[in-house]
């Protein structure tokens, strides 16, 4: 079972008080969901696999984000690619 740290929208941040696990948290979506971007914004972007922690980031918050329309549609093609390739590993 994986263990991953989920980022909640209703912590109330007090003044002062330091949160170095939220803060580290909200770090490594940011950085994976750039990834995800950067990805498929090359010229090569079918090359380039979707990790599991990408696609979790993907999955928690993929609603709240906003990409290029040419990424955008990039992805969904990496993605619905990858479903399709596991869904044909599952037959064999």
Do not use: C
């Amino acid at each position: 079972m994986n263990y991953e740290k989920k980022i909640h929208s209703n912590i109330i941040n007090f003044p002062g008080v330091k949160r170095p696990d939220l803060d580290e948290a909200e770090k490594e979506v940011a950085r994976l969901l750039h990834s995800v971007g950067f990805k498929m914004s090359k010229d090569d972007w079918d090359k380039h696999p979707i990790t599991q922690k990408e696609l979790s980031a993907l999955a928690q918050f993929g609603e709240a984000i906003e990409h290029p329309p040419q990424v955008a549609s990039r992805l969904i093609s990496v993605l619905a690619t990858s479903l399709i390739r596991n869904s044909m590993e599952d037959l064999i």
